[in-house]
């Protein structure tokens, strides 16, 4: 499978984007799904994910409350609604994808490129 994720892009501090990572080559509905992103200089860090059984989903601290995960099956999609956004969340946002319920290692087999976000204060 190929992701894709775009939407990223400038925005003032207080407001909203939505990313998205649009699936290409086989059917994401029965894939878990995940964002993870890396800001200048640092590691990369989950933000989310949303397992496939059962549609748990999970968020790092530092976005909960200001950041949903969602998925259109039928447009072979996954979202990221950021909302409150701090320049703190700035970063380049990454999504994933792996087939089945999530790994207990939290490990994604397959990667898109990144998308650049930048919130200025």
């Known amino acids: 499978v190929q992701l894709q994720a775009s939407g990223g892009g400038l925005v003032l501090a207080g407001g909203s984007l939505r990313l998205s990572c649009a699936a290409s080559?086989?059917?994401?509905?029965?894939?878990?799904v995940g964002w993870f992103r890396q800001a200048p200089g640092k590691g990369r860090e989950f933000v989310s994910s949303?397992?496939?059984?059962?549609?748990?989903?999970r968020y790092a601290d530092s976005v909960k409350g200001r950041f949903t995960i969602s998925r259109d099956n039928a447009k072979n999609t996954v979202y990221l609604h950021m909302n409150s956004l701090k320049p703190e969340d700035t970063a380049v946002y990454f999504c994933a994808a792996d087939p089945g319920s999530l790994s207990p290692t939290g490990r994604f087999d397959y990667w898109g490129q990144g998308t650049q976000v930048t919130v200025s204060s």
């Open positions: 080559g086989r059917s994401l509905s029965r894939y878990s």
């Open positions: 949303l397992n496939w059984r059962g549609g748990s989903t």
